[in-house]
């Protein structure tokens, strides 16, 4: 795998954001991260690294709790979309039937829209929690608003880099399915090591925006540890050049303290393509046992708003390729087909659904 140096991968600092001067700086790296990369490292980004070492603690120890009693906190009737997502459930797009070797949580940590319940109850269903993790359960919510709050940030920056009015993207989440999760890679055996097994196969998210606040290698007697060998973790791949046609692989290595923040298939959409969803793996350690504990943060648009390029970025081309205009709503419910989440009969609700009304009056 081609690996280019990490320090290109520009850093923004959230304080510049905030600040009178700074925000030509961030918008600078913003451009090139998120156009580039699809991916920048955010410093000073204020989320408690404390609660978020606690809330790992807490994660592992429900990891390691029955079978059973993680098969009951399993939400199939809300396609996964909160609770325990147990392991070989999900699978990327173009993973060839490989699913990821991961375990999940789910949990939305804002304020969930009404109306859109009645239309997604599965994608803004109410949280569930297991039994006797208060501290979990709250931690959890605590650490997604705070991560969705550096999210709207780079919202905001992002418009500013572009030249749009500032909260065109940030306002257009009111609301939204934005979602928390708690992943966990599990362990590869002596067999499974150096196979083609990933711990989550190469794709792009379906959201606006992702927050990574950064997660936790354990060796194989469950001890904290640092990365096992130099190339496991997340790679990106950068942007397609005249001599790169595939795009060259990244390695990301956030530099300490940094939070990584990822493009998704919605931003790409909106920009015509000028901010790239970056195509994303997670390679497992080279040596069996080692497990891993991230936490990631989706943002979403509204699941009315529509989804197709901003004004500034309508040309042939773009329309060629994010055209027809969907909405968001829709679209996630497509994906969630796509990857193996929701049945594909949830595709009926998209049209004309009442066919059986004639029928019924015929009869
Ligand atoms: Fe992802």
């Given at each position: 795998m081609e690996a280019a140096s990490t320090e290109s991968i520009p850093v923004v600092d959230l304080a510049d954001l905030r600040s009178e001067g700074g925000p030509e700086r961030a918008a600078a790296a913003l451009r090139r991260a998120f156009g580039e990369f699809g991916l920048v490292y955010v410093q000073n980004?204020?989320?408690?690294t404390e609660v978020l070492e606690r809330f790992y603690d807490d994660w592992v120890e429900l990891t390691q709790r029955s079978e059973e009693e993680k098969r009951s906190w399993a939400r199939a009737d809300v396609w996964y979309q909160r609770g325990w997502t147990p392991p070989n459930t999900e699978q990327a797009?173009?993973?060839?039937g490989q699913p990821d070797f991961k375990e999940c949580y789910f949990a939305a940590p804002m304020a969930l829209d009404e109306r859109c319940r009645l239309m997604f109850p599965e994608i803004y269903a109410e949280n569930s929690w297991p039994q006797g993790a208060d501290r979990f359960r709250d931690d959890y919510l605590a650490l997604g608003k705070a991560v969705h709050e550096v999210g709207m940030d780079l919202l905001r920056g992002c418009a500013s880099a572009l030249d749009l009015p500032s909260d065109i993207f940030s306002a257009a989440t009111?609301?939204?399915p934005h979602v928390t999760r708690a992943l966990r890679y599990l362990a590869l055996d002596d067999q499974q090591v150096?196979?083609?097994?990933?711990?989550g196969e190469e794709h792009t998210d379906f959201n606006l925006l992702t927050l990574l606040p950064g997660g936790r290698f354990y060796d194989p007697a469950g001890k904290r540890c640092e990365?096992?060998?130099?190339?496991?973790g997340l790679y990106l791949r950068a942007r397609a050049t005249a001599e790169h046609p595939k795009g060259r692989m990244v390695h990301g290595k956030p530099p300490a303290g940094c939070l990584v923040a990822q493009v998704g298939q919605q931003l790409e959409i909106l920009t015509g393509g000028v901010f790239q969803a970056t195509p994303h793996v997670i390679t497992p350690p080279k040596q069996p046992g080692y497990t891993r504990t991230a936490l990631a943060h989706f943002i979403h648009l509204h699941s009315e708003r529509r989804l197709f390029p901003h004004d500034r970025f309508l040309s042939e081309e773009t329309i060629l390729a994010y055209g027809p205009p969907v909405l968001a709503g829709t679209y996630g419910l497509k994906t969630l087909v796509d990857i193996g989440?929701?049945?594909?009969?949830?595709?009926?609700?998209?049209?004309?659904?009442?066919?059986d009304r004639l029928a019924d009056a015929r009869s």
């Open positions: 980004h204020g989320v408690d797009v173009v993973a060839g009111e609301g939204g150096g196979t083609s097994i990933l711990w990365r096992p060998d130099a190339a496991s989440l929701a049945p594909k009969t949830a595709l009926n609700k998209l049209g004309y659904h009442h066919y």
